[in-house]
C-alpha cells in the first residue's frame, strides 16, 4: 500500500525565514502529489500539485515543491515566511482512486 | 458556486445512537469521499465514490455506511455511535471519475463530532 511520511511533527521559524517542509511518499510508480493547507478549525486547500513534467512547481502563496523521484520525495518549500503562513500542511498521494495524507507538519511562525 | 459542505459543522452523539453527516457538491464532480482526522493520523479515507450508484471502502470503514443516489451528495452514515468515532470529519470532491486522473480534492468545511 502507498503511504505518505511527513517526518517533521512540528516546525517553528521566524518570520522573513526560508521554509522547507519535508515528505517522503512509498510506491513503485510516480504517483500524483500534492500539498495540502489548514488553518485552524478550517478545511483543506490545496498549494499545489505534481502529475508529470516539470519537477518543480509553483503554487499559491509563494510555495514551491520538488519533486525527487530518486529520493522519492516531494519537500514543499518557500522563501520568506509570512506570519499568516501559521497552519498545519499535508502531504499527499494518489495512485487511483484513493487518497494517503501524510500525519501533517505543524507550523509555527514567530514575528 | 457554493463548493462543498456539509451539515451539522459540530454534533454531539450519546454511544449508540446513529446519525447522518450530509455533504453536497455543486462543482458536477463524479468522485466524492469522505476522510476523518485524528490528531497526529493525519486524513484517513472512510469511504469513497467515484459516481452516483458506486462506493467503495477505504481504510477505515467499519462503523458507517455511505450510499450515492445523485452526483450531488454523499451522506456518510454512523450506524451506532462509539466513542472512538469522536473525530473531524471532512468530505472532499474532485472532477475525475478516478482520482489517479489527477485532479485535485476540494474539501468541506468539516463536521466535528463528539461521542460520549
Sequence with gaps: ?111 | NAGVTQTPKFQVLKTGQSMTLQCAQDMNHEYMSWYRQDPGMGLRLIHYSVGAGITDQGEVPNGYNVSRSTTEDFPLRLLSAAPSQTSVYFCASSYSRSAGGGHEQYFGPGTRLTVT
Excluded: M
Design chain 1, 1 to 111: 500500500a502507498q503511504s505518505v511520511t511527513q517526518p517533521d511533527i512540528h516546525i517553528t521559524v521566524s518570520e522573513g525565514a526560508s521554509l522547507e517542509l519535508r515528505c517522503n511518499y512509498s510506491y513503485g510508480a510516480t504517483p500524483y502529489l500534492f500539498w495540502y493547507v489548514q488553518s485552524p478549525g478550517q478545511g483543506l486547500q490545496l498549494l499545489l500539485k505534481y502529475f508529470s513534467g516539470d519537477t518543480l512547481v509553483q503554487g499559491i502563496k509563494g510555495f514551491e515543491a520538488e519533486f525527487k523521484r530518486s529520493q522519492s520525495s516531494f519537500n514543499l518549500r518557500k522563501p520568506s515566511v509570512h506570519w499568516s503562513d501559521a497552519a498545519e500542511y499535508f502531504c499527499a498521494v494518489t495512485t487511483g482512486n484513493q487518497f494517503y495524507f501524510g500525519t501533517g507538519t505543524s507550523l509555527t511562525v514567530i514575528p
